[in-house]
């Protein structure tokens, strides 16, 4: 089991950057792919960005490559998403989420394969 908090959110202008950190604890964190998946206003939930055990694989939506870095450190069983460069689109609840996997390698994208999550940050981009 994996109990995730995040922190970080806020309102930030167009341009601007903006760090989220995920808390995580439990048995299963080790073992876990942590990902950020946000959800917009009237919209579905959206996959951002994942992430292996180790830390080794990674990966992200089309929309946010080459703008956000996500990382974790498993001495301190935390996960982070660097957000670089803000638009209004990247605007929503972002939430933390993890999924025990099998393979060290394995990095899953789909929101549904993630059984644990946080309660949410909200961040706000303004023009």
């Known amino acids: 089991q994996v109990q995730l908090i995040e922190s970080g959110g806020g309102l930030v202008q167009v341009g601007a950057s903006l760090r989220l950190s995920c808390a995580a604890s439990g048995p299963s964190v080790s073992r876990s792919i942590m990902a950020w998946i946000r959800q917009a206003p009237g919209q579905e939930r959206e996959f951002v960005a994942a992430v292996s055990w180790g830390g080794a694989n990674t990966r992200y939506a089309d929309s946010v490559r080459g703008r956000f870095t996500i990382s974790r450190d498993n001495v301190k069983s935390a996960v982070y998403l660097q957000m670089n460069t803000l638009k209004s689109e990247d605007t929503g609840v972002y939430y933390c989420?993890?999924?025990?996997?099998?393979?060290?390698?394995?990095?899953?994208?789909?929101?549904?394969?993630?059984?644990?999550w946080g309660q949410g940050t909200q961040v706000t981009v303004s023009s």
């Open positions: 989420a993890a999924a025990i996997a099998p393979l060290r390698g394995d990095v899953f994208i789909n929101p549904t394969d993630f059984r644990y």
